[in-house]
């Protein structure tokens, strides 16, 4: 059995002490050179297993230095294209700026021209309301010449007519002058029966013979009386031809200027209309203009907004690139930390000192940290500019619409008052001619009018001149009735004389009693040849006053004529006006059309930009998206680092 330990406080006690103090004396340095040699071991793995730590952080820490470092390079390509996005961004705002205000400037003339198209076409639509006033004035002018004118020559006429008659009443007279020549022949040859029988009759005869005598020189009296009757009416018969001739060239004359008064009444009914039409076209200027001036305003308003957004762009693309910038910076400063990192993680795998290395790496991840940060800072500024400049892209593009839209209905407007204006100005321009040729037209009436009425007044002269030899035919008619009632006493003697004679007288008494009878005849003929006088009288008188009551009528319608010339000459010169306006009107919407063109271009050009900017806005956008995402994911490489530093130092 093995020896059991002695209980303690045995006798044995001094000499198991004795033997077992002596035997640890030589124990006790083996033991703790195992301890130390242990403690040796132990310190030696501790630092084994911590030199493996060192390293394994140390390569943990490279790599993610190394990550770091990519990441910054394309943080910085990430920022380069962003900086060109930017430019690009300002430039497209530059040029919309630019392409706003000639857009403005384009709206500032087309609004003259609008403004000048209503100014000029309600000072038309006047002008028009006054010539058609006129041209209606002149119209009924015109009418009433044409009655007064025409009255007037009916007149003439039927007073030709009534002259005729004269003719026919003195060829009457004639045919009576006739019979009283041969009653005057007959008593001629009674009156020499008369001598001859006073002969025979011898001393008985006495008295016969001085009844012949007488007889035969009352005979002649009255032959050459009726032969002065006869010349004065074939002077009458002339005279009468001529004033009827005349008062027929009258009438004639005056219904010509009739019918070219007619002409002057068709013309400006034609007048009138296109009158109407100009007017009609002057009121569609007036409205395209007020339509023009509404779609300026609209545009105006677009290229407001636009310039506005312009402005607001730039100055977002300005800040932007601002921020680009400082991010620039602050990727710079990351990369150098970046490599001093990667310096420092490459040192701290052969580093004695690791807690100094440890501190250092800590110090400088703390530093880069804050840079990212502000690199941070700087991509959220960037996004919200970007955002800023997506919106005035938006409201560039809503703008261009607008404006775009206003730009076709302002072309619309002018080229519907360019043709308007253009209808017009041919139009007026047909017009002008036309009333200049009416106006010459009626001045040449009126002179034919008045030539007429001259006529006339004239005719009327010369049938009162046919009342004088009328008034001699009426002497010698007197004379012709003295010599029947002295041929008549005469034979009543001869009668006396031819009972005196008793048988010698008988003859005589025969020739006495047929000389009473043709002195009888030749008193009957005289009557009708007075008769006959008076009613030429009367119907001279009448005709006389008749044409010369039409001669005064003309020439009072020449009168009016004259203001009808007057009226002419004012419709002229207003439509002379009216061309002008709607000529200026024209060259203005040229002008306009010019100007809408230049302004459309330069919509055109701000919808192209601002397409642009959207598009650059929307990858910009995702460029800043992509690289916060970087930005992120460098502060958690970098906050490993930290770690790893931190880790170390403990």
């Known amino acids: 059995?093995?020896?059991?330990?002695?209980?303690?406080?045995?006798?044995?006690?001094?000499?198991?002490?004795?033997?077992?103090?002596?035997?640890?004396?030589?124990?006790?340095?083996?033991?703790?050179?195992?301890?130390?040699?242990?403690?040796?071991?132990?310190?030696?793995?501790?630092?084994?297993?911590?030199?493996?730590?060192?390293?394994?952080?140390?390569?943990?820490?490279?790599?993610?230095?190394?990550?770091?470092?990519?990441?910054?390079?394309?943080?910085?390509?990430?920022?380069?294209?962003?900086?060109?996005?930017?430019?690009?961004?300002?430039?497209?705002?530059?040029?919309?700026?630019?392409?706003?205000?000639?857009?403005?400037?384009?709206?500032?003339?087309?609004?003259?021209?609008?403004?000048?198209?209503?100014?000029?076409?309600?000072?038309?639509?006047?002008?028009?309301?006054?010539?058609?006033?006129?041209?209606?004035?002149?119209?009924?002018?015109?009418?009433?010449l044409i009655q007064g004118v025409g009255a007037s020559a009916q007149a003439n006429m039927e007073s030709a007519k009534l002259v005729g008659q004269l003719e026919q009443q003195s060829n009457e007279i004639g045919t009576i002058v006739e019979a009283v020549v041969r009653i005057a022949d007959q008593t001629n040859l009674l009156a020499l029966n008369a001598a001859i029988e006073a002969a025979r009759a011898g001393q008985h005869g006495k008295g016969f013979a001085v009844v012949a005598d007488e007889v035969r020189n009352l005979a002649e009296t009255?032959?050459?009386?009726?032969?002065?009757?006869?010349?004065?009416?074939?002077?009458?018969?002339?005279?009468?031809?001529?004033?009827?001739?005349?008062?027929?060239?009258?009438?004639?004359?005056?219904?010509?200027?009739?019918?070219?008064?007619?002409?002057?009444?068709?013309?400006?009914?034609?007048?009138?209309?296109?009158?109407?039409?100009?007017?009609?076209?002057?009121?569609?200027?007036?409205d395209a203009a007020k339509e023009a001036a509404t779609g300026a305003e609209q545009f105006q308003q677009g290229a407001q907004a636009v310039a506005s957004a312009s402005e607001e762009s730039s100055a977002a693309a300005e800040e932007a690139s601002k921020a680009v910038r400082e991010q620039g910076k602050a990727l710079e400063e990351m990369g150098k930390g970046a490599d001093e990192l990667s310096t420092m993680a490459e040192d701290l795998k052969t580093s004695t000192n690791s807690e100094k290395s440890s501190e250092e790496l800590a110090a400088a991840s703390e530093e880069l940290s804050a840079t990212i940060q502000e690199a941070n800072a700087a991509a959220t500024q960037i996004t919200a500019a970007i955002t800023q400049i997506a919106k005035g892209a938006q409201t560039q593009a809503a703008a261009t619409t607008q404006s775009s839209t206003a730009a076709k209905q302002i072309e619309a407007a002018a080229r519907a008052m360019q043709h308007k204006a253009t209808d017009s100005v041919e139009r007026a321009d047909t017009l002008m001619n036309l009333l200049t040729e009416n106006k010459a037209g009626v001045e040449a009436m009126i002179r034919g009018i008045n030539h007429a009425a001259e006529a006339s007044i004239k005719s009327a002269t010369n049938i009162k001149a046919l009342e004088?030899?009328?008034?001699?035919?009426?002497?010698?008619?007197?004379?012709?009735?003295?010599?029947?009632?002295?041929?008549?006493?005469?034979?009543?003697?001869?009668?006396?004389?031819?009972?005196?004679?008793?048988?010698?007288?008988?003859?005589?008494?025969?020739?006495?009693?047929?000389?009473?009878?043709?002195?009888?005849?030749?008193?009957?003929?005289?009557?009708?040849?007075?008769?006959?006088?008076?009613?030429?009288?009367?119907?001279?008188?009448?005709?006389?006053?008749?044409?010369?009551?039409?001669?005064?009528?003309?020439?009072?319608?020449?009168?009016?004529?004259?203001?009808?010339?007057?009226d002419l000459e004012r419709i002229s010169t207003d439509f002379d006006e009216v061309r002008r306006g709607v000529i200026e009107v024209k060259t203005g919407q040229d002008q306009a059309l010019l100007a809408i063109q230049t302004a459309a271009a330069a919509v055109q050009q701000i919808a192209r930009a601002a397409q642009e900017a959207s598009e650059v806005s929307i990858q910009a956008a995702a460029a800043a998206q992509q690289g916060a995402k970087g930005m992120h994911e460098l502060a958690a490489a970098v906050e490993e680092i930290s770690a790893l530093a931190d880790e170390l130092q403990n």
């Not at 630092?47 to 230095?65: F, P």
């Not at 074939?234 to 027929?248: H, N, P, R, S």
């Not at 019918?259 to 009914?269: M, N, Q």
């Not at 009972?499 to 020739?511: H, K, L, N, S």
């Open 468 to 566: 004088e030899r009328t008034r001699m035919i009426d002497k010698i008619v007197d004379a012709i009735v003295n010599v029947t009632i002295q041929t008549n006493l005469l034979a009543v003697n001869g009668g006396i004389e031819a009972a005196r004679a008793g048988e010698y007288g008988r003859g005589f008494a025969v020739v006495a009693a047929d000389v009473r009878n043709l002195a009888g005849e030749s008193s009957e003929n005289a009557d009708k040849i007075k008769d006959l006088v008076r009613n030429i009288q009367k119907q001279i008188v009448t005709v006389a006053s008749d044409i010369e009551a039409s001669g005064k009528e003309a020439a009072a319608e020449v009168l009016k004529a004259k203001k009808t010339t007057a």
């Open 222 to 286: 009255s032959e050459r009386s009726a032969r002065n009757i006869r010349d004065l009416v074939e002077k009458i018969q002339t005279d009468v031809k001529l004033v009827v001739a005349d008062v027929e060239k009258a009438g004639k004359a005056a219904s010509d200027e009739v019918e070219k008064a007619k002409k002057v009444t068709a013309d400006l009914k034609r007048v009138a209309t296109d009158t109407a039409e100009i007017q009609k076209a002057c009121a569609s200027i007036n």
């Open 1 to 144: 059995m093995a020896r059991l330990a002695p209980q303690p406080g045995s006798s044995n006690n001094g000499h198991v002490n004795g033997h077992a103090s002596g035997h640890n004396r030589f124990a006790e340095p083996d033991a703790l050179r195992q301890r130390e040699s242990a403690r040796d071991r132990a310190k030696e793995k501790a630092s084994a297993r911590t030199a493996a730590k060192r390293q394994q952080a140390a390569e943990r820490i490279a790599t993610a230095t190394e990550q770091l470092t990519g990441g910054v390079t394309e943080a910085n390509a990430a920022v380069a294209q962003l900086e060109r996005q930017m430019e690009q961004i300002a430039s497209g705002a530059v040029e919309s700026s630019k392409a706003a205000e000639s857009s403005l400037a384009a709206i500032e003339e087309i609004n003259a021209a609008s403004t000048q198209a209503v100014a000029a076409a309600q000072q038309s639509l006047r002008k028009v309301t006054n010539i058609q006033e006129l041209v209606r004035g002149a119209s009924g002018d015109i009418d009433l």
